[in-house]
């Protein structure tokens, strides 16, 4: 039996929960990759780091395309995601790279940072890569996982004459880093200023939460093709959207798709929209809505340490002709879990309903 045959064995035997566990374990991984909050139990799957949950509320501001954030503990983990995980070699490795040539003058942010300094040093760092010596690879060998970035064709530690090389190769990457800021200096001061008057108008933003989001199901929703349609949702909340796979030919698609945002302070309502996914033109609206989640957060807040073991009522959104609910929906608490179920009515378009369930997920866990 190979290695490779070997480690995929010993991978199905352990679970993608404990390989997350075994990551978390080493030492590079137990605190926050940027502000180095202790016992990290987020992800940057973009990025392979683990970092805090006020660190991963702005890499969540960023968008998924820029850093794509997962729970260790509220998400599901496949075999794939953490060798991907595995590969980039923990916050250890990456930082090198990412971290590479941070100014002297540069505070890296602290646990009790704000979050104005959060957000700007992880949008430089990741986004901007301001500090990022390109020359550096993460390694993609099983090896990677232990936090080192030494490239090596063979798994054997590196000779003093590779580290000689490899001091040689950082030195020179270094230079050659530095001479490139320098050259683009201007360039990268005509992006900051494009980002800074983008930021302008929504400002620093700070997060009070999470809110898991499963959109269940619709039904009966309108035809935007000759006899059917081929719906997907989009979620939006503040400056944060994500969106659905797309079920095709279905007016009563089943999607079960869980998707996670961030909770911005103020909080502003969650909205839905539905479209028909189309190839050769614009995607058709099927409807939309709005949701007030400010009840369900403050019931998250006011039982966040309850030690309640049954399902207790929390509250009540009772359907009335001035909303768009089909029923009442409740607020509920068990097993430690703030959730609430919504039927709603799609509004401006001739017909359709979404069944989703929330949960607010606060800060502290």
């Known amino acids: ?44 799957l973009s990025h392979g780091v683990f970092i805090c949950i006020k ?132 360039r990268r001061k005509e992006s900051e200023q494009k980002v800074a008057k983008k930021n302008t108008g929504m400002g620093m933003v700070e997060f009070v939460g999470l809110i898991k989001v499963n959109v269940v199901r619709g039904t009966n929703l309108a035809v935007r093709d000759v006899l059917t349609s081929d719906p997907y949702v989009i979620l939006t909340l503040g400056h944060q959207s994500m969106k659905t796979r797309v079920i095709k030919s279905n007016l009563n698609p089943v999607w079960n798709e869980r998707l996670m945002l961030s909770i911005p302070d103020p909080i502003p309502p969650l909205k839905l929209q539905v479209y028909d996914k189309d190839t050769f033109s614009t995607d058709d609206r099927m409807g939309e809505a709005d949701i007030d989640i400010q009840p369900l957060v403050s019931a998250a807040k006011a039982y966040e340490n309850s030690t309640v073991c049954g399902s207790v009522q929390l509250g009540k959104w009772l359907a009335t002709e001035d909303n768009t609910l089909v029923k009442d929906s409740i607020i509920s608490l068990a097993e430690g879990k703030v959730k609430q179920d919504i039927t709603l009515r799609l509004q401006n378009v001739e017909r359709g309903e979404l069944e989703i369930e929330l949960e607010c997920v606060p800060l502290s866990q």
């Not at 075994?22 to 990759?33: I, M, P, T």
């Not at 540069?106 to 940072?113: A, T």
């Not at 300094?117 to 993609?140: A, P, T």
């Open 1 to 44: 039996m190979n290695t490779r045959q070997e480690n995929n064995d010993s991978n199905a035997s352990t679970g993608p929960l404990r390989r997350l566990e075994d990551l978390l374990s080493q030492s590079g991984n137990r605190f926050c990759a940027d502000c180095d909050s202790p016992d990290p139990k987020w992800v940057s």
């Open 55 to 186: 660190c991963s509320g702005a890499h969540r501001s960023l968008g998924v395309h820029i850093s794509k954030v997962l729970s260790v503990k509220l998400d599901e983990w496949t075999e794939e995601q953490v060798d991907s995980l595995e590969d980039m070699g923990g916050n250890t490795a990456v930082n090198m790279r990412y971290e590479a040539f941070l100014p002297e003058n540069l505070r890296k942010p602290k646990p009790d940072s704000p979050i104005e300094e959060r957000v700007d040093f992880i949008r430089r760092k990741y986004e901007q890569e301001q500090f990022l010596n390109s020359n550096l690879q993460i390694s993609c060998s099983p090896s990677a996982s232990s936090g080192s970035a030494w490239q090596n064709s063979a798994s054997d530690p590196p000779s003093p004459q590779d580290k000689k090389h490899y001091d040689k190769q950082q030195t020179s990457g270094r230079l050659h880093g530095l001479g490139q800021a320098f050259r683009n200096s201007w």
